[in-house]
């Protein structure tokens, strides 16, 4: 009998057909696809505690119009309903832009152990990113998610420049051959007021080049992989079996 895995999108724009040739690479999955806001938070919630697997390719939380964001934390039955999958041990794997998703709900990122910011606030500047980047993928550690790849291998994908935490995480994958600098990216706020691909004026910290890794402060697994910006990516076989790896490490099938 298959296993469930319940996927969730939506809030930011991706190509819905090589995504959906990607989700049905991952093996014998018994796939629920549900996209914000269409799902609905009460149906995610639900579909959360009962899922064997787990991927947010979402960026919930944010209306765009007229130069500006709002956010808005997630309803409270979906918080219960993540926090409650953790406490019982099942995990979940974060895909890409999910980063920047329920931007004020500081637990998520907590457990994440980063954050991309598309406005300036308390934490400092709004954070950097940088489409079609060609890098070598650098496997760091001998690990569930990880085992069998490359000890590198190539990828051309969107990076971000954002506070990455490190100390709450263990690196599984670093991007080399690009500097994690201010000057090789773009400001995500003046992408937001309608000023695409600039980084005029706009200073950021030098960020981690770590682009895997599995949380250190959540109760069950959970690993982030950045990459997933698009078709290229999506075929990389590299990164396939390391997402299928993931989802099955996270549902605690090899955890």
Known sequence: MA??????????????????ELLGALGEWEITHLVHPEGGEADAAQAIRAADALLFYDMAG??????TVTMRPPSPALREAL??????????????????GWAEWP?????????????PGPHGLDSGYRHDVAYEARILADHPVTRGLPETFPVTDELY??????????PLV??????F???????????????????AGWEHPEGSNCIAW?????????????FGDGPATYANPHVRQMLAQALGYTSGGTA
């Open 174 to 179: 670093r991007a080399e051959g690009f500097g």
């Open 161 to 170: 420049l954002c506070p990455i935490d490190e100390r709450a995480l263990t």
């Open 107 to 119: 637990e998520w990122h907590d457990w994440l152990g980063g954050q991309f910011h598309y406005q």
């Open 62 to 67: 944010y209306s765009f119009g007229g130069g």
């Open 3 to 20: 296993r469930s895995l319940l996927v969730l999108s939506g809030g930011h724009p991706y190509e819905e057909g090589p995504f959906a």
């Open 181 to 199: 600098t201010a000057d090789n990216f773009y400001s995500a706020a003046q992408a937001v007021a309608g000023a695409m691909f600039s980084n």
């Open 83 to 100: 926090t409650s999958r953790f406490a019982c041990g099942k995990g979940a794997v974060a895909m890409h832009h999910a980063l920047a």
């Open 214 to 226: 599995e949380s250190r402060t959540c109760p069950a697994p959970l690993v982030y992989l950045q």
